[in-house]
């Protein structure tokens, strides 16, 4: 259901990323790596966009009022149409524009050995080891914070492959945190295997063109979530399955003689219902409609809104 609070995912990822964001910052500062700084500046991004969307599920909780009669619901989705847009500035154009000036400038990454002074105490730091374990750590956090996702995601998807989960959900902070963990490792895995040609090879357009496939990824995905909020924040239904529930219970109910029509409207973690029915008895369709509307909220909670409309012909 769409009240399936997906606060849980955000948080692995919010502390998965600022982790990774720290770790990645110490390492592309030691190494002048463009694809690193790229993967620091993701990941820094992804802490905000979390931050974001907590923002996004507190807003939309807000009671109604006079000018939002239908309450906030929708502002979860304005909150997670900014992480993506956030994503593809902050992210992907960042990374390319990197990767670009990379191209331009001919800079290698410096992975030479490092003289450390701590406490008194001098040791020779091998960058080489250093990048690989930041990434390993990378990957490994980014790997907790998507199992925490689709964890969740399994929980609620009823049978659906992610890919369907994605296209249909009406959740949308659970589908930013799946796209950002998924563009997340994907990067991760570019990185690694830029930085390693260019060591192997020292030349540095390989960890150029790293950080600009990092760019194209997260442009990608970026868009395709701005494609999918976009369709929730201009209105979409509650979806098939939880509209043929709907209908199947409303019919069945025995003030129902009939159901002609039936709409619904996802509103954040809520769903607005109008319906057209034909009551059993018209004497007394206000007491049916009373009892048919307390029975779809006791059985549907996240039907905050209801609107029954008695007829006898549709």
Known sequence: MSG???????????????SIAIVKSIAA??????SMLAEAIHSFADCTNQVLLFWGIRQSARAPDADHPLG????????GFIVAMMLFGLGGLFALY??????????APDLSAREMHVLGWSFSLPLPYLIMGVLAYSVLAEAISLSKCVKDIRAIAGGRSLWQFYRDSRQSELIVVLAEDIAALAGLLVAFVS????????????????????????????LTLMREIYGLMI?????????????????????VRRLYRLITLQMGPYVMLACKVHPQQEQQAIEQINSLEVAIRARFPQVKWSFVEPDNHD
Do not use: C
């Not at 906030?72 to 909150?79: E, I, M, P, V």
């Open 235 to 255: 209105g979409q239904s509650a979806g098939a399955e939880i509209e043929a529930e709907l209908s199947r219970f409303i019919e069945a109910r025995p003030e």
């Open 4 to 18: 399936h609070s997906s606060t849980g995912a955000i948080v692995y990822a919010l502390f998965a990323n600022l």
């Open 98 to 107: 990197e990767g670009w000036h990379t191209l331009q400038s001919g800079h």
């Open 195 to 222: 930085l390693l040609l260019s060591l192997a090879t020292g030349n540095p357009v390989f960890d150029a063109l790293g950080s600009m496939v990092v760019g194209g990824i997260l442009v990608l995905i970026s």
């Open 72 to 79: 906030y619901g929708k502002a979860s989705y304005f909150w």
């Open 29 to 34: 500062a030691l190494t002048q790596s463009s």
